[in-house]
C-alpha cells in the first residue's frame, strides 16, 4: 500500500501539470509502468490483484489513494504491520464521516462515494455497504434512506 501511494504521486508528480490523471488517456492505471517482484505490471492489477486480493479487506478502499480529489486523503504516516489494523479503521472511520465519502441532505437524503458503488461486493463480508458505514458514525445513516452515488471527481488532488 505504502509503494502504490508512493508510485502514484511519482506519476503524478512526473506527469505535471496536468489537470486529472483521466487526462493521460486512463493509461495512468492501466500502463504496464511498475516493476514488482520482477514483473511488469500496472497500477490496477496491482490494486486489485495483489493488494485487493490478498487482502479481502473492504477498508482498504481508504487506504489507497489514486491522486485525485475524490479520493481518499493520504494519512500522514506509513501503513505499519503492527499497526494496520487501527490504521485502517482510523482511515475508514475518517472517510465515511467525510464530504468525500458521505453526504447526508434534506429529507435524509444519503449520497456516497461511488467507492462504495464500484466495490459493493468488497463491502459484503461487512454486512454491506450500509452497515460498514453505520458501524463507523456516531450517527447512523437513516433507516430506508434513499441512497445515491457522488460523482467521481478525477481532477488532480494538489495543493498549492
Not at 21 to 49: I, Y
Not at 119 to 135: C, E, Q, T, W
Request: net charge positive; with cysteine; charged share 25%.
Amino acid at each position: 500500500m505504502n509503494a502504490y501511494n508512493a508510485w502514484i504521486l511519482r506519476e503524478a508528480l512526473a506527469k505535471y501539470p496536468t489537470k486529472s490523471v483521466k487526462d493521460l488517456l486512463f493509461t495512468f492505471f492501466t500502463g504496464k509502468r511498475l516493476k514488482v517482484a520482477g514483473q511488469q505490471t500496472s497500477f490496477d492489477k496491482l490494486e486489485r490483484e495483489t493488494i485487493r486480493g490478498k487482502f479481502g479487506e473492504p477498508r482498504i478502499h481508504f487506504a489507497l489513494n489514486c491522486a485525485s480529489r475524490s479520493c481518499p486523503p493520504l494519512q500522514s504516516e506509513a501503513f505499519r504491520g503492527e499497526r494496520l489494523d487501527a490504521q485502517f479503521e482510523n482511515v475508514a472511520q475518517a472517510f465515511v464521516n467525510s464530504e468525500r465519502g458521505v453526504r447526508v441532505g434534506p429529507g435524509g437524503k444519503v449520497e456516497l462515494s461511488k467507492i462504495f458503488d464500484w466495490y459493493a461486493a468488497d463491502f459484503a463480508k461487512s454486512g454491506g455497504v450500509l452497515p460498514f458505514i453505520n458501524k463507523r458514525r456516531p450517527t447512523s445513516l437513516p433507516v430506508g434512506a434513499k441512497v445515491g452515488y457522488l460523482d467521481y471527481d478525477w481532477s488532480l488532488n494538489e495543493t498549492r
